[in-house]
């Protein structure tokens, strides 16, 4: 079984700074690492995973994460964020099995200010 | 658009009922997926079926099931209602392959009065 844990539930930033929203997963076998984006009334939309490969993955949008194994840390980040990107951000893993149902974090709401 | 269909976006319906949601994948996706988003248990896995046949099953409760018809559409049935069930349903889809990703719908927001 894998958990995620999102260690900051709301991050309040000014519009063109930088960003950096927290992920730490647990799991006993190897995992796919996905950040999903929620905007209000809205369904899911994938920012970015990680399959295998390079640690340093970019999304859409301007987003990142690097994947690092030995602290089973997937922290996605921004160098300048904009209004428009204040959202919910979900962090989930899958395992490489057939099934890849997703387990995700509680959530981070990213509220940017002007 | 992420291509998920789901209805109805919104259902408001009494306790002790039972309501149908309803699923149409992406073109070609096999499997489908519904989970629950609530503001106590946050968003859970509740079960997948792939091309028909239940693949896993998570956090479902035996009062809900679902079923994946031959034309892959899904519906998600919840029966003998309570007030924690509100909730907000999503749908996923997913083809088959190593580097696949879940496209969520919109989801299906229920309130149970």
């Known amino acids: 079984a894998q958990s995620v844990t999102q260690l900051d539930s709301q991050v309040p930033v000014f519009e063109e700074a930088p960003v950096e929203l927290r992920c730490n997963y647990s799991s006993s076998v190897s995992v796919y690492l996905f950040w999903y984006v929620q905007y209000p009334n809205q369904g899911l939309q994938l920012l970015l995973k990680?399959?295998?490969?390079?640690?340093l993955v970019k999304g859409i949008n301007g987003f990142e994460a690097e994947f690092n194994k030995s602290q089973t840390s997937f922290h996605l980040r921004k160098p300048s964020v904009h209004i428009s990107d204040t959202a919910e951000y979900f962090c989930?893993?899958?395992?490489?099995?057939?099934?890849?149902?997703?387990?995700f974090g509680s959530g981070t709401q990213l509220t940017v200010l002007p | 658009d992420s291509g998920v269909t789901q209805t109805p976006k919104h259902l408001i319906t009494a306790t002790g009922q039972r309501v149908t949601l309803r699923c149409s994948p992406r073109s070609g996706d096999l499997s489908v997926y519904w989970y629950q988003q609530s503001l106590d248990q946050g968003l859970q896995f509740l079960i997948q079926?792939?091309?028909?046949?239940?693949?896993a099953k998570g956090n479902i409760l035996e009062r809900f099931s679902a079923q994946q018809f031959p034309d892959l559409h899904s519906e998600l049935n919840l029966s003998s209602l309570e007030l924690g069930d509100s909730a907000l349903y999503f749908c996923?889809?997913?083809?088959?392959?190593?580097?696949?990703?879940?496209?969520f719908g919109q989801g299906t927001r229920l309130t149970v009065v």
């Open positions: 989930a893993v899958s395992d490489l099995g057939s099934a890849r149902q997703l387990t």
């Open positions: 996923a889809s997913s083809s088959t392959g190593q580097n696949t990703e879940a496209f």
């Open positions: 990680y399959l295998s490969g390079s640690t």
């Open positions: 079926y792939y091309n028909g046949e239940e693949r």
